[in-house]
């Protein structure tokens, strides 16, 4: 996470029922949720290798007695088999359902030298409690959009949404930060927070209006 989080929960006192994260690679986020006692988590992680590294890691914990969700699916707006892009000299977080563009030139040590088939689900098709989930965290290398449109009826039920943004064609046809604005804007959602750090993408945090 470019933004700290501890930074932006006291600054916009924010009040977290339960985190979706979605692009959740080794579950490296899992510590700051337990720091914050945020028991309710569920972590969504498309590559079958690196699901087994998050089960690894974090399957075993508890906040407050409740052990995190974990679901070896990529979320978007169908369902079924699609092929994701993979790479490891970055630990498969680079890897995409969309074609790097110029990530390629931008981090040419990063190749993208196999596919693999993931699983595909909408985030509205998931049955949890959505009630007791208000923060979605996602990471899915320009494909966000896609994973919100598949959730409009969950977007309903959140309150802030940390994902990263893109500023250029990071990959093919990966969707800008502007659209995002336009998008969660009708939704409620405020783009409060930007870190432009990574030159073609960053770090944003949108809060509903009245959250604000």
Same mark, same amino acid.
């Given at each position: 996470? $470019? *933004?700290?989080?501890? %930074? *932006?929960?006291?600054?916009y006192n +924010? =009040?977290?029922?339960?985190? $979706?994260?979605?692009?959740?690679?080794?579950?490296?986020?899992?510590?700051? @949720?337990?720091?914050?006692?945020?028991?309710?988590?569920? %972590?969504f992680e498309? $590559?079958?290798?690196?699901?087994?590294?998050?089960?690894?890691?974090?399957?075993?914990?508890?906040?407050?007695?409740?052990?995190?969700?974990?679901?070896?699916?990529?979320?978007?707006?169908?369902?079924?088999? $699609?092929?994701?892009?993979?790479?490891?000299? =970055?630990?498969?977080?680079?890897?995409?359902?969309?074609?790097? =563009?110029?990530? *390629?030139?931008?981090?040419?040590?990063?190749?993208?030298?196999?596919?693999?088939?993931?699983?595909?689900?909408?985030?509205?098709?998931? /049955?949890?409690?959505?009630?007791? @989930?208000?923060?979605?965290?996602?990471? !899915?290398?320009?494909?966000?959009?896609?994973?919100?449109?598949?959730? /409009?009826?969950?977007?309903?039920?959140?309150?802030?949404?940390?994902?990263?943004? =893109?500023?250029?064609?990071?990959?093919?046809?990966?969707?800008? !930060?502007?659209?995002?604005?336009?998008? +969660?804007?009708?939704?409620?959602?405020?783009?409060?927070?930007?870190? @432009?750090?990574?030159?073609?993408?960053?770090?944003?945090?949108?809060?509903?209006?009245?959250?604000i």
């Amino acid at each position: 996470m $470019l *933004l700290d989080f501890d %930074f *932006l929960k006291k600054k916009y006192n +924010l =009040n977290i029922n339960g985190i $979706l994260h979605i692009g959740a690679h080794f579950g490296q986020e899992f510590e700051i @949720y337990e720091r914050h006692q945020i028991s309710n988590l569920i %972590f969504f992680e498309a $590559l079958p290798h690196t699901f087994e590294t998050l089960k690894n890691n974090i399957s075993n914990k508890k906040v407050l007695g409740k052990s995190p969700i974990l679901v070896n699916k990529a979320l978007g707006n169908t369902t079924g088999e $699609l092929e994701m892009y993979v790479e490891q000299a =970055n630990q498969g977080q680079s890897s995409s359902i969309l074609k790097p =563009n110029l990530h *390629l030139s931008q981090y040419p040590w990063i190749q993208f030298n196999s596919k693999i088939k993931v699983d595909m689900i909408r985030l509205n098709d998931y /049955d949890f409690n959505k009630f007791d @989930y208000n923060f979605i965290n996602i990471d !899915v290398q320009g494909y966000e959009l896609e994973v919100f449109k598949g959730a /409009d009826v969950v977007l309903n039920y959140i309150d802030y949404i940390y994902t990263e943004v =893109n500023f250029a064609d990071v990959y093919d046809n990966c969707v800008k !930060v502007e659209e995002l604005d336009n998008f +969660l804007s009708k939704f409620g959602f405020t783009r409060v927070e930007t870190d @432009y750090s990574g030159k073609t993408w960053g770090d944003a945090l949108y809060i509903k209006e009245n959250k604000i």
